[in-house]
């Protein structure tokens, strides 16, 4: 039995004929950088399994793909729209909005999955993540958290395997892994192989606003202070921006270090056929030298998809990170919080961060003449070439604004700190 949502493609990317599976993630808004890695690892998923098995991904996103209309309601609409061959599912502290039917839009999705699952076993794989990273307690909603641990506790009754991550590169890991796994265990030439009998349908929870129950009716009713209402001082205090600062900075080392990674071994292919190339312009061996250079121009494009890939999650830690640190210099300068000598080891290691990002645009300013500087040996190796440099363009930009934006700060908070008497090289 085919898979109508299985449909052949011939990508300039992969000259073979793949496979492509259509995959949705389905997560509450709260999630996104979530969501982009794990489109991230889909993307360097679909370059290996195309080479090894003719197979690769595609991601459906509601926020761009699904084409507007009108029916009871906006998740209707998106939901009529959904046609895919995986299913992945996320949930950390927020349950998401209501739907008419169900507690939330990712509820009604995993059931739609799941029932697909029911009919079909065949037509669909269903993947469940739940993020357990620790968060600051008072921006968390026991409502919420109530009806994420509600939903939990119903996918095990029902027999549902699911997963806990706690950061980014444990998520990372998991997706990698169990998609691969998907494919070369579970996937049988045109369909998934069944493994087990399904299980009976999960009934929606549907909300009685007449009555009042449905999941308020799942929490005790806390006593509420009028005067106290976190939804109006969303700011960290001191303590949560100090770990805040830890997790953002990390991420951002992180990055550094995979755009690192990329970039050594773009160069390490390079060198690796330097020789090649050189004996073959020696001889005058077109075709050897034009395969080199497809060759080169394949690496280029594949590395193009791993760097473009970083983009949104270096733009989100880099704002989040310029928004945490400006919170914790304004609770020195403002409460008096923390030591000098804390204070002014923050300033430093903040300012050697700036720095190492300034030398990262500067590496990626040169690599980009090098590009643009490279004669247009083959059609493969132009088309690469132009991708490339349109990303470093994007890249450049990105790491001009944050810079901007950091040394304004320094230059703000250096200025009050040797106000105070406080010396910062």
């Not at 959904?82 to 209501?98: P, R, W």
């Not at 299980?199 to 308020?216: F, H, L, M, W």
């Not at 929490?219 to 969303?234: C, G, K, S």
Request: glycine residues 6%.
């Amino acid at each position: 039995m085919e898979l109508t949502s299985f449909r052949q493609s011939r990508s300039s990317f992969m000259p073979k004929q793949v496979i492509t599976f259509n995959v949705f993630i389905s997560s509450p808004s709260n999630l996104s950088t979530e969501r982009l890695v794990i489109e991230k690892v889909l993307a360097e998923l679909s370059i290996e399994l195309a080479a090894e098995r003719d197979i690769a991904f595609e991601v459906f996103k509601w926020e761009s793909d699904a084409v507007p209309g009108i029916g009871k309601e906006a998740q209707a609409v998106i939901s009529s729209q959904l046609n895919y061959d995986i299913y992945i599912g996320l949930l950390g502290s927020v349950f998401g909005s209501a739907t008419q039917r169900y507690g939330s839009g990712t509820e009604e999705e995993f059931n739609q999955a799941y029932e697909r699952y029911q009919k079909a076993p065949e037509s669909v794989r269903v993947l469940f993540y739940f993020k357990n990273a620790s968060e600051n307690i008072f921006n968390i909603s026991l409502e919420e958290l109530s009806k994420v641990k509600s939903f939990r506790d119903q996918l095990g009754g029902l027999g549902t395997l699911y997963h806990d991550f706690s950061d980014l590169d444990s998520l990372r890991g998991m997706i990698r892994t169990n998609v691969r796994n998907l494919i070369v265990k579970q996937w049988d030439s045109n369909k998934w192989r069944v493994l087990s009998p399904p299980n009976p349908p999960i009934a929606p929870q549907v909300k009685d606003y007449e009555s009042g129950t449905g999941y308020d009716s799942l929490t005790p009713e806390l006593p509420r202070d009028e005067n106290f209402d976190l939804a109006e001082d969303d700011k960290p205090g001191f303590l949560e921006a100090i770990m805040i600062g830890n997790e953002v900075t990390d991420a951002l080392n992180k990055h550094m270090e995979r755009m690192g990674d990329l970039g050594k071994g773009l160069g390490k292919t390079v060198t690796e056929v330097a020789h090649d190339l050189a004996t073959a312009n020696a001889t005058g061996n077109l075709i050897l030298a034009k395969e080199i250079y497809d060759q080169i121009g394949t690496e280029m494009r594949e590395f193009t998809v791993s760097m473009r890939s970083e983009l949104p999650i270096y733009e989100s830690v880099s704002k989040d990170l310029i928004a945490t640190l400006g919170n914790i210099f304004s609770f020195y300068s403002d409460e008096k919080m923390g030591s000098q000598e804390e204070i002014s080891s923050l300033f430093l290691n903040f300012e050697a961060l700036v720095n190492s990002v300034r030398g990262i645009r500067s590496s990626l300013q040169q690599f980009h003449g090098i590009i643009d500087s490279m004669p247009s040996m083959t059609q493969t190796f132009r088309a690469a070439r132009k991708h490339l440099s349109r990303v470093l363009d994007e890249f450049t930009s990105s790491y001009t604004i944050f810079l901007g934006t950091a040394d304004a700060l320094l230059t703000e908070v250096k200025l009050k700190l040797n106000n105070e008497s406080i010396e910062v090289a």
